[in-house]
C-alpha cells in the first residue's frame, strides 16, 4: 500500500550546524506534504507543510524540500540547536476528494544535538 | 502545550479487558482524530470524527471503537485487549475538517500484560 518512509533512523548534529532530515513518499497524489516534531514524552507538533505545486517552503528556521521527480522530501534546520532534539516524522496529506485528508506518517527520524 | 487534553496518562490491564480513553479537543475545534503508535507500526491513522459524527476511518480494528459527544471531547473504547494492543494513544484536533495541521495531545500509554 501507500507508504511514507525515512531514509535514516538517527542524526547527529553538532549544534550550530544545519540538519537535513530525508523522506521518500510514494503517495504522489498526495496534496501536502507535512512535518511533525515529536519530543520525548510529547505527542508529535506541527513544523512546517508544502503543497505539492510547490518545491521549496521557508519558515523560521526551517526549510522544506519537495523533489516530485524523485518523491523526496527533506527538511532543513538551520543552526540547530539542542531544543531540536527530537524525532521528526514527514507525513503525506492524501487527497482531498472526500473533504477530509488523512495523514499517513513515515518511521520518524531521531535528531540528536550534540552541544 | 497544544491545548488537547487526554486522560489518562498511563493504564495498565490485562488480557482481555476493555479500557476507555478520553480525549479533549482544543478550544473551538470541531475535529478529532485518534492515532496508535507502536515502536513497529509507527504512527498510525485511527480514526476521525467532526462535529459527533465518524468522518474517516484508518487503521482501526473491529475490538476498536469511538465516538465523539456534543460537548466534542472523544472517547476511544479497546475491547478484548491483547498483547500487541500495547501502545500510545494519541488524540488530535484540527479547526477545519480533515485538516492536516493538527494539535496532539500528550497521549495515553497503555500497556496490556
Known amino acids: 500500500g501507500e507508504s511514507v518512509g525515512l531514509h535514516l533512523p538517527t542524526l547527529s548534529v553538532q549544534e550550530g550546524d544545519n540538519s537535513i532530515i530525508n523522506c521518500a513518499y510514494s503517495?504522489?497524489?498526495?496534496?501536502?506534504f507535512i512535518w511533525y516534531k515529536q519530543e520525548s514524552g510529547k505527542g508529535p507538533q506541527f513544523i512546517i507543510d508544502?503543497?505539492?505545486?510547490?518545491d521549496k517552503r521557508q519558515g523560521q528556521r526551517v526549510t522544506v524540500l519537495l523533489n516530485k521527480t524523485v518523491k523526496h522530501l527533506s527538511l532543513q534546520i538551520a543552526a540547530t540547536q539542542p531544543g531540536d532534539s527530537a524525532v521528526y516524522f514527514c507525513?503525506?496529506?492524501?487527497?482531498?476528494?472526500?473533504?477530509?485528508?488523512?495523514?499517513?506518517f513515515g518511521k520518524g527520524t531521531k535528531l540528536s544535538v550534540i552541544p | 502545550d497544544s491545548g488537547v487534553t487526554q486522560t489518562p496518562k498511563h493504564l495498565i490491564t490485562a488480557t482481555g479487558q476493555r479500557v476507555t480513553l478520553r480525549c479533549s479537543p482544543r478550544?473551538?475545534?470541531?475535529?478529532v482524530y485518534w492515532y496508535q503508535q507502536s515502536l513497529d507500526q509507527g504512527l498510525q491513522f485511527l480514526i476521525q470524527?467532526?462535529?459527533?459524527?465518524?468522518?474517516a476511518k484508518g487503521n482501526i480494528l473491529e475490538r476498536f471503537s469511538a465516538q465523539q459527544f456534543p460537548d466534542l471531547h472523544s472517547e476511544l473504547n479497546l475491547s478484548s485487549l491483547e498483547l500487541g494492543d500495547s501502545a500510545l494513544y494519541f488524540c488530535?484536533?484540527?479547526?477545519?475538517?480533515?485538516?492536516?495541521?493538527?494539535?496532539f495531545g500528550p497521549g495515553t500509554r497503555l500497556t496490556v500484560t
Open positions: 503517495n504522489s497524489a498526495s496534496d501536502y
Open positions: 488530535a484536533s484540527s479547526v477545519r475538517p480533515g485538516g492536516y495541521e493538527q494539535y
Open positions: 478550544s473551538g475545534d470541531l475535529s
Open positions: 470524527y467532526y462535529n459527533g459524527e465518524e468522518r
Open positions: 508544502i503543497r505539492s505545486n510547490m
Open positions: 507525513a503525506d496529506s492524501g487527497s482531498s476528494g472526500a473533504g477530509s485528508y488523512q495523514l499517513t
